[in-house]
């Protein structure tokens, strides 16, 4: 049980970081605008049909505080970040962009201190600090005399921290929806924050004809590192526990890499080593607890 467990730990994790190489090489098939509505749009589909029916009671249940949790969950995990992500790599490799998946617990710990309250130690700000320089280390490609970050990674960085407002803002639900309600009316909302990004697109001549290779690029992103990832992820979090499965996370950065190496022909340099090694020290850092503290408490 639990190798099959494993197994489906190693599976979620690639098609997580494999969103990141799909993105990167369908990059001329389709718009990041278009490919991200057409996600949201696919999973809506599959979804509505077993859970539309029974949405009514816990919406009729749901506060206008939900309702703003909900808007603001749909504004910062919806979509508005991948089409970042999809955007970001038009101009920056596979590799670079995936590396910054480690800056999340960064970002996290930054926006839990506005948003709910928490406090930041001295030791967790020593921790931010040196993953930025990690971060500019990759984005400056090593050249921090003569510092030129390149848009995608800016772009990139952006999307992380729009999931860790995210992942914030999660820990706010209050209301009664299912998963598979939740992740309907997520991607609704989401569609919804989408229309200007669309609007957007169209005005400056998106890519409006679907490639072959687009259309595999949306319905891996919509039912591979979506569905398919979100339930195997619930699967293991159940068997192996919450802390157990979180710990892996840290390997999406390594596999993202591999697989961009692998089918796309991207070759890792000097700097991404040296800026992933300072990202992980930071995120150690700053998500380290003393004992002692958290016993006193």
């Known amino acids: 049980?639990?190798?099959?467990?494993?197994?489906?730990?190693?599976?979620?994790?690639?098609?997580?970081?494999?969103?990141?190489?799909?993105?990167?090489?369908?990059?001329?098939?389709?718009?990041?605008?278009?490919?991200?509505?057409?996600?949201l749009v696919i999973v809506i589909a599959l979804l509505a049909p077993f859970c539309w029916r029974g949405l009514r009671e816990p919406l009729g249940s749901f506060t206008r505080r939900d309702w703003q949790v909900l808007a603001a969950l749909g504004f910062t995990g919806g979509g508005l970040h991948l089409a970042c992500q999809w955007l970001g790599l038009h101009y920056t490799t596979a590799t670079s962009a995936v590396l910054y998946l480690s800056t999340a617990p960064v970002f996290i710990l930054l926006l839990a201190r506005p948003l709910l309250g928490e406090r930041i130690a001295s030791r967790q700000w020593l921790g931010v600090l040196i993953s930025f320089v990690g971060v500019a280390v990759i984005g400056m490609q090593g050249e921090l005399v003569t510092p030129s970050f390149n848009r995608g990674d800016l772009l990139a960085l952006l999307s992380m921290a729009m999931w860790g407002s995210y992942t914030v803002v999660l820990r706010l639900r209050r209301d009664a929806l299912d998963t598979p309600q939740y992740l309907t009316l997520?991607?609704?909302?989401?569609?919804?924050?989408?229309?200007?990004?669309?609007?957007?697109?169209?005005?400056?001549?998106?890519?409006l004809a679907l490639t072959p290779m687009g259309a595999l690029g949306v319905l891996y992103s919509a039912i591979g590192s979506l569905l398919l990832a979100y339930a195997g992820w619930s699967y293991v979090v159940t068997r192996l526990g919450a802390a157990r499965a979180g710990a892996t996370m840290h390997l999406m950065p390594a596999i993202g890499v591999g697989l961009a190496a692998l089918f796309l022909g991207e070759t890792p340099r000097w700097y991404h080593f040296a800026g992933i090694a300072l990202i992980l020290t930071g995120v150690g850092l700053s998500t380290f607890k003393a004992s002692r503290a958290s016993s006193s408490r």
């Open 1 to 39: 049980m639990r190798f099959t467990a494993y197994l489906v730990l190693l599976a979620t994790l690639v098609l997580w970081s494999g969103n990141w190489v799909v993105a990167r090489a369908v990059r001329d098939d389709i718009s990041p605008g278009i490919a991200t509505a057409g996600r």
């Open 186 to 207: 997520l991607c609704a909302a989401g569609l919804v924050f989408m229309l200007p990004w669309i609007a957007w697109e169209f005005a400056g001549s998106a890519k």
